[in-house]
């Protein structure tokens, strides 16, 4: 999930927290975005994406599987496509966040 927590700054900022553990997922290469797909694994469900670290990754199937087979999307990748499909993965967006998080 993604929640609003405070940062070390004191500024509040998005976090990506892991569904199965609960604790924050703090470098991207350690997590990945799950997503829901039909019986036999062949179409992913569009809908509400979950986040877990790789190592609880498993865990978290394994308690939801159901009808369902899950999907797995490296989370930095995941990041880069969220970035690119809102135009955001640019040096003047990026400048002003850095701006913003020096008010």
Request: charged residues 30%.
């Amino acid at each position: 999930m993604i929640k609003v927590v405070r940062r070390a700054t004191g500024r509040y900022a998005p976090m990506v927290i892991c569904d199965q553990c609960g604790e924050a997922i703090t470098d991207c290469r350690d997590g990945n975005v799950e997503y829901k797909a039909d019986r036999l694994g062949t179409d992913a469900f569009t809908g509400e994406p979950f986040f877990t670290h790789k190592e609880c990754s498993e865990a978290f199937e394994s308690a939801r599987g159901g009808l369902y087979v899950w999907w797995a999307t490296e989370l930095g990748a995941w990041l880069v496509w969220l970035l690119d499909n809102a135009k955001a993965n640019t040096p003047d967006v990026r400048d002003n966040a850095e701006k913003l998080e020096r008010i």
